[in-house]
Nanobody, 126 residues
Framework: QVQLVESGGGLVQAGESLRLSCAAS???????HAWFRQAPGKEREREFV???????????YADSVKGRFTISRDNIQRTVVYLQMDALKPEDTAIYYC?????????????????WGQGTQVTVSS
């Protein structure tokens, strides 16, 4: 059974930090992983946040989070992916989802992903 389980969400004030974790099934260790988010009132839109290649050598970020968020992964077992979020803003409020797939070229396209977690809520107050 393939699983992605997110954790680490919560309520913080603007300017504070959070670290999200995504625990993936061992079967997905060779995939690339990404974080997407779904903001309130945008239930049909999942916005790309960041992606990381299987060995961690390549990363990609949305312009809205570049310089504030950092994606990384456990390089021993390669089954845990992190999203360090610093200098959080109220507009970062969303449900954050972890996703996994095998085609790096499509990393920013949510519809291309085969595997998704259940999501974790991040709320940033002003």
């Amino acid at each position: 059974q393939v699983q992605l389980v997110e954790s680490g969400g919560g309520l913080v004030q603007a300017g504070e930090s959070l670290r999200l974790s995504c625990a993936a099934s061992r079967r997905l260790f060779a995939n690339y992983h990404a974080w997407f988010r779904q903001a309130p009132g945008k239930e049909r839109e999942r916005e790309f946040v960041a992606a990381i290649s299987p060995n961690g050598a390549y990363t990609d970020y949305a312009d809205s989070v570049k310089g504030r968020f950092t994606i990384s992964r456990d390089n021993i077992q390669r089954t845990v992916v992190y999203l360090q979020m610093d200098a959080l803003k109220p507009e970062d409020t969303a449900i954050y989802y972890c996703a996994s797939d095998s085609a790096w070229a499509d990393r920013r396209i949510g519809e291309k992903y085969d595997y998704w977690g259940q999501g974790t809520q991040v709320t940033v107050s002003s």
